[in-house]
């Protein structure tokens, strides 16, 4: 299959090109698209075999539940039912948003979109080309990240190639996602509202609203009903090894750990804080890459960062966690977890 790259801006949409994805939606094809978090891979989430056409496309696990994107609060009720009154709250703070919602799912949504179970997960994304195509589309979509399954998500459309060239019909190139880690997951079929999955809205904003809202612990999130859970812990991977440590304290740490890994020969590559970078006169040998000033900006650089190492061939990639707050929680379970839960 030849992937079909057509460049949007989000600023001035061109309407041919939402035109043309969407009709590969609608007959039952797959489109790259840009949201706000990273970029998704798209599918008509009420048509079981565009679904399973994701499964394929990303080799990803069928026990693996798809989010369904949505383009207005409006829709939800096509997607689940019973929704609790909490859900149209949260709808109307967060969305658009990278805020996801699992509730029962509804009587139009496959099984296979939410890997056999009952409950079904549910986003407004807030980027202007993602809601054009939904919008465009006349359906809702079903898109998990656009990543081969276990490596980094894609946050750019050469990312998206990288993994899947060839395997998709079209990708929409919006340019760099903004948030650049995925969205929150809550559950909301429980009694307790429950993250699943830290992302793009902290728990602390969740709170607000919902001051009982608790989080499920680490590693668990991608399919409690697995076997063998530790399999899950490998996830978001670069091909080199993870060096992972706790925060910036431990900078000094893990310079000297990047000395000896150089010494016995490996390459090294070190993802680091603008300031950071500014404060080592070099890091010998090693292969530096910027992450910006801010945790936000490493939020957003955090998947270019890994697969940009790799693209530089080094065996091992040191990284450090930020104050677990804010997103700085989200961005310690994507690092816990491209370390598969090793911390030095
Ligand atoms: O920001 C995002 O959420 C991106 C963009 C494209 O919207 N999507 C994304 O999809 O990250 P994916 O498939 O890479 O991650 C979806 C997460 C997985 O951890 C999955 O297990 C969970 O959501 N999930 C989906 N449906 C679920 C369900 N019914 N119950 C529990 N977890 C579910
Ligand atoms: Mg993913």
Redesign the pocket.
Known sequence: MNTQVLHVQPEAIDRASIQAAAAIIRAGGLVAFP?E????LGANATDAAAVEGIFAAKQRPAT????V?IAGPESLSQIAIDIPERAWQLAHAFWPG?L?L?LRRGPNIPANV?AG?D???V?M?AHPVAQALITAAGVPIA???ANMFSRP?ATTAAHVLEDLNGRIAMVLDGGPTSIGL??T?L?LTGDVPTV??P??ISIEKLRELLPDVTAREQFQ???ISAESPGQLIRHYSPRAEMRLYETQRDFKKMLMGTLQETLIGKRVGILLMSYEIAQVESVDGAEVFDLGPTPEDAAKHLFAGLRELDARGVDVIFAHGYARDGIGSAIWDRLLRAAEGKVQ
């Open positions: 949201t978090t990273v970029y998704g693996d539940p798809i989010i994107h990278p996801t699992i939410s179970r409950t079904v997960a986003r994304p898109a998990p990240s998500s995925e969205s997951v559950d699943l999955r992302g793009g999130e991608t399919d």
